[in-house]
């Protein structure tokens, strides 16, 4: 079966994803909305997608099967229930929510429609969670006792730009977005390679001092003054779990912006900006071959116009060997591929989990793991290093039955 979207959202970043799901087979139609409407309009037109929907409210009242949400991180929450309960399909760009309570609210508007929902991490599919995902399945790792996953992006590389592009006039409010509270692409890229999930939590956060309107209380609408945080989390059934959320730090976040460690009582992997080494008590294998990414867009493409120069590199990265191109349809491998090559396999996974009834891998149970422990960290940090307890919801159900039909896990 094929099916119609709606995207809600016309930044920097959600064109990027338009593209491919126009691409992709088994969807029928792309429209786009955007509370500037010239945005939507033009990214229509750039791409020539279906057409517009003058807001949300118009979107879901029309026939449209699913919706893809790439509105500003805090709002993600109570769009995703909206669109649930009016029957649509959700995509949703992260982090799934910004509160327990809202993160709850998703599993049980899945959990009572049968719908889909699914939350496009881009972590699950970097090249290095890949390799520790196949390093697990294959017993390598031995008992795994400890990792680390950082998301080390400065704001002077592109966030500025983006926070000024998305909040306009009053964009420093919104700049001081706490680190904490967008975890996913550190803590994603943990379980994403070893499974699991964190049981609880201990932050420090490192309060700014640039004095430049960003992350200062009295402009903050988080109440934030935090740029930095690390974050000490305990791993079901023993072992922890480190997590560095860094928006002033010394580092080319243009070349790689995620990295992660996995540590095992019989073999372990790191990951650097330009290297990745496989350890064990023999000796190290250099694999950065598998896991470094090609271009597939030089950075002066048309296609990235609207895209910061900052950012470009992270749409410009393709596929790593350690990818597997041969599971996209053929549209999709013609495209590029961006933040190190995981947007096409993002748009077949939600796709797929539309088309055939299938549970996506970051579900609304799954997306809840990668979102909430930051949450808690932050609550963490604003308490002095507090240990506070994570809730868990779970595993996936292995099948949802509702009046939509059945969804069964992949």
């Known amino acids: 079966m094929t099916f119609s979207l709606g995207?809600?959202?016309?930044?920097?970043?959600?064109?990027?994803?338009?593209?491919?799901f126009n691409a992709h087979p088994l969807v029928s139609e792309v429209y786009v909305t955007?509370?500037?409407?010239?945005?939507?309009?033009?990214?229509?037109?750039?791409?020539?997608?279906?057409?517009?929907?003058?807001?949300?409210?118009?979107?879901?009242?029309?026939?449209?099967?699913?919706?893809?949400?790439?509105?500003?991180?805090?709002?993600?929450?109570?769009?995703?229930?909206?669109?649930?309960?009016?029957?649509?399909?959700?995509?949703?760009?992260?982090?799934?929510?910004?509160?327990?309570?809202?993160i709850a609210a998703i599993?049980?508007?899945?959990?009572?429609?049968?719908?889909?929902?699914?939350?496009?991490?881009?972590?699950?599919?970097?090249?290095?969670?890949?390799?520790?995902?196949?390093?697990?399945?294959?017993?390598?790792?031995?008992?795994?006792?400890?990792?680390?996953?950082?998301?080390?992006?400065?704001?002077?590389?592109?966030?500025?730009?983006?926070?000024?592009?998305?909040?306009?006039?009053?964009?420093?409010?919104t700049a001081s977005y706490p680190p904490m509270m967008y975890p996913t692409h550190?803590?994603?890229?943990?379980?994403?390679?070893?499974?699991?999930?964190?049981?609880?939590?201990?932050?420090?956060?490192?309060?700014?001092?640039?004095?430049?309107g960003v992350f200062d209380k009295d402009v903050s609408m988080f109440d934030n003054d935090f740029s930095?945080?690390?974050?000490?989390?305990?791993?079901?059934?023993?072992?922890?779990?480190?997590?560095?959320?860094?928006?002033?730090?010394?580092?080319?976040?243009?070349?790689?912006?995620?990295?992660?460690?996995?540590?095992?009582?019989e073999g372990s992997f790191e990951q650097l900006v330009e290297t990745a080494v496989w350890q064990d008590k023999e000796g190290v294998t250099d694999v950065s071959e598998q896991i470094n990414t090609l271009p597939s867009l030089s950075l002066d493409d048309p296609s990235l116009a609207d895209v910061d120069p900052a950012l470009r590199d992270a749409f410009v990265s393709g596929l790593a060997p350690v990818h597997d191109p041969s599971r996209l349809p053929e549209e999709l491998r013609a495209l590029p591929s961006g933040h190190e090559g995981s947007h096409s396999f993002l748009v077949d996974d939600f796709v797929t989990a539309v088309a055939t009834g299938t549970l996506p891998p970051v579900n609304a149970w799954e997306a809840a793991r990668y979102t909430l422990p930051g949450i808690m960290a932050h609550q963490s940090a604003l308490r002095g290093g507090e240990r506070l307890a994570i809730r868990d919801f779970g595993d996936a159900p292995e099948r949802l039955a509702a009046a939509h039909g059945e969804v069964v896990r992949n």
């Open 7 to 20: 995207v809600v959202g016309a930044g920097q970043f959600s064109g990027q994803f338009t593209k491919l």
């Open 34 to 102: 955007d509370v500037l409407p010239e945005r939507a309009s033009s990214l229509v037109e750039r791409q020539q997608l279906a057409g517009t929907f003058s807001g949300f409210e118009e979107l879901l009242a029309s026939d449209v099967d699913a919706v893809a949400i790439f509105t500003q991180r805090w709002t993600h929450g109570p769009l995703v229930v909206q669109a649930l309960r009016a029957g649509k399909h959700v995509y949703s760009a992260v982090p799934m929510a910004i509160s327990e309570e809202e």
């Open 107 to 173: 599993i049980e508007a899945v959990r009572e429609t049968g719908l889909t929902y699914m939350m496009g991490e881009t972590s699950y599919y970097n090249p290095a969670t890949i390799y520790a995902r196949q390093q697990k399945d294959a017993g390598a790792f031995g008992r795994i006792f400890y990792a680390e996953g950082d998301y080390v992006h400065d704001m002077d590389l592109g966030f500025y730009a983006a926070y000024q592009y998305s909040g306009g006039e009053e964009w420093e409010k």
């Open 186 to 212: 550190s803590i994603g890229g943990v379980l994403g390679g070893i499974g699991g999930h964190l049981t609880s939590v201990s932050c420090i956060g490192v309060k700014d001092e640039r004095g430049d």
């Open 228 to 265: 930095n945080a690390t974050a000490l989390f305990e791993f079901d059934g023993g072992g922890s779990v480190r997590i560095n959320e860094f928006r002033r730090v010394g580092y080319p976040s243009h070349l790689r912006e995620s990295r992660f460690r996995y540590f095992g009582t």
